[in-house]
């Protein structure tokens, strides 16, 4: 099922990607399409979170916003949705709450819990559950025009658990920790069907049109070195390893594969030889230590300037641009320019403007 889009005018990150040398850093952000634009709350109007997820129309107009207003500046677009659709894909129940983030009215208790077992048996259609994900991917393809790639993405079963089991979002993670080290092999047994789905709904992203892909695992700094091999490595190695076999199958060619596991500095020297061609590194990794530890790998790595920059004095950004640059060897290979996390509220775009043209303007030299 190919579908016919219009040749890529700009391959940059799809080059720096698979470890080439390139002309400058290619640049994105993590939420790029996202409420710091006022574009962005007149095309969501009235509709709440998920229903602009559902809508490939509205998703795929949320995805391009950046591409239009930073034009020639911005090298890569990001479908806009959200890594807890796959819980309810998985049968869960998900509400956006207003100035709370995502809810869950029906967490995972326990392994007794009827609806564990409900999730762990459900024969998931990942293509007819998800469709309207595939449908905004194809769409925002054709109107991107082959001007920049489109990135897909998942969030990590790790992360995805921590949500399924607390409900929502948590400073002290008190119910997954209950979980992980209560019902390790329960814990285990959900991670892994986490995974399988995960690499579906990966694969069926890129048949959409996707040309990346990168899995979030925005919790893993709740989990202690040892833990973190036992209940979040595996399964990012999981989806490394099977997402291309996936795509041989269905007679698509390989794409980059990014992971990025917020705060796990502890994991990176694993995180380099887990098969993934790029690694994200959060703003509390310094870049020249990260290009240490990774050593003569062929990795990738993005990332990774504190979003707090962008509230600060233009000299502040340029600073941290320059910092990068050098700590990431000179920006002509080997790195994607982003930030160490997602873009946050309240911040000028025009901030975001001047930390683009910045990267464009030292990364080029």
Same mark, same amino acid.
């Given at each position: 099922?190919?579908?016919?889009?219009?040749?890529?005018?700009?391959?940059?990150?799809?080059?720096?990607?698979?470890?080439?040398?390139?002309?400058?850093?290619?640049?994105?952000?993590?939420?790029?399409?996202?409420?710091?634009?006022?574009?962005?709350?007149?095309?969501?109007?009235?509709?709440?979170?998920?229903?602009?997820?559902?809508?490939?129309?509205?998703?795929?107009?949320?995805?391009?916003?950046?591409? !239009?207003?930073?034009?020639?500046?911005?090298?890569?677009?990001?479908?806009?949705?959200?890594?807890?659709?796959?819980?309810?894909?998985?049968?869960?129940?998900?509400?956006?709450?207003?100035?709370?983030?995502?809810?869950?009215?029906?967490?995972?208790?326990?392994?007794?819990?009827?609806?564990?077992?409900?999730?762990?048996?459900?024969?998931?259609?990942?293509?007819?559950?998800?469709?309207?994900?595939?449908?905004?991917?194809?769409?925002?393809?054709?109107?991107?025009?082959?001007?920049?790639?489109?990135?897909?993405?998942?969030?990590?079963?790790?992360?995805?658990?921590?949500?399924?089991?607390?409900?929502?979002?948590?400073?002290?993670?008190?119910?997954?920790?209950?979980?992980?080290?209560?019902?390790?092999?329960?814990?285990?047994?959900?991670?892994?069907?986490?995974?399988?789905?995960?690499?579906?709904?990966?694969?069926?992203?890129?048949?959409?049109?996707?040309?990346?892909?990168?899995?979030?695992?925005?919790?893993?700094?709740?989990?202690?070195?040892?833990?973190?091999?036992?209940?979040?490595?595996?399964?990012?190695?999981?989806?490394?390893?099977?997402?291309?076999?996936?795509?041989?199958?269905?007679?698509?060619?390989?794409?980059?594969?990014?992971?990025?596991?917020?705060?796990?500095?502890?994991?990176?020297?694993?995180?380099?030889?887990?098969?993934?061609?790029?690694?994200?590194?959060?703003?509390?990794?310094?870049?020249?230590?990260?290009?240490?530890?990774?050593? !003569?790998?062929?990795?990738?790595?993005?990332?990774?300037?504190?979003?707090?920059?962008?509230?600060?004095?233009?000299?502040?950004?340029?600073?941290?641009?320059?910092?990068?640059?050098?700590?990431?060897?000179?920006?002509?290979?080997?790195?994607?320019?982003?930030?160490?996390?997602?873009?946050?509220?309240?911040?000028?775009?025009?901030?975001?403007?001047?930390?683009?043209?910045?990267?464009?303007?030292?990364?080029?030299?």
């Amino acid at each position: 099922m190919g579908h016919q889009f219009e040749p890529l005018q700009n391959d940059l990150i799809i080059r720096t990607a698979w470890g080439e040398k390139v002309e400058r850093p290619p640049m994105w952000v993590m939420r790029q399409a996202g409420r710091y634009l006022p574009e962005y709350h007149e095309a969501k109007g009235k509709n709440d979170f998920f229903a602009c997820c559902r809508s490939p129309e509205i998703a795929s107009t949320l995805t391009l916003q950046p591409i !239009d207003r930073y034009a020639g500046l911005v090298d890569a677009a990001i479908i806009f949705s959200d890594i807890l659709v796959i819980p309810q894909a998985l049968g869960m129940t998900v509400e956006m709450v207003d100035g709370k983030g995502p809810h869950f009215p029906k967490p995972l208790k326990s392994p007794e819990d009827g609806q564990y077992s409900q999730v762990l048996e459900k024969d998931v259609d990942v293509a007819a559950e998800l469709d309207y994900v595939y449908k905004a991917i194809t769409m925002t393809r054709h109107k991107l025009k082959g001007r920049v790639p489109l990135f897909g993405f998942c969030g990590a079963p790790w992360t995805l658990l921590c949500y399924m089991v607390e409900g929502g979002g948590s400073k002290l993670f008190i119910q997954t920790k209950t979980w992980v080290y209560k019902y390790p092999e329960a814990s285990k047994a959900l991670l892994q069907k986490i995974a399988e789905v995960c690499v579906e709904y990966l694969a069926l992203q890129v048949q959409a049109g996707a040309q990346l892909v990168q899995v979030f695992d925005s919790w893993a700094a709740e989990l202690s070195p040892v833990s973190f091999k036992e209940f979040s490595q595996p399964y990012l190695a999981y989806i490394s390893e099977n997402l291309p076999r996936r795509l041989k199958e269905l007679k698509l060619e390989p794409v980059p594969m990014v992971v990025f596991a917020k705060g796990a500095w502890y994991a990176l020297d694993a995180l380099c030889s887990l098969g993934y061609q790029v690694v994200g590194l959060d703003w509390l990794q310094d870049p020249a230590e990260a290009v240490k530890i990774r050593g !003569d790998r062929p990795i990738v790595f993005q990332g990774n300037a504190d979003p707090g920059i962008l509230y600060g004095k233009e000299e502040g950004i340029t600073k941290t641009v320059e910092d990068m640059v050098a700590g990431f060897g000179g920006g002509k290979q080997g790195w994607i320019a982003n930030l160490g996390h997602g873009i946050t509220p309240g911040v000028n775009p025009d901030a975001l403007k001047f930390y683009f043209s910045e990267l464009h303007r030292i990364g080029e030299k």
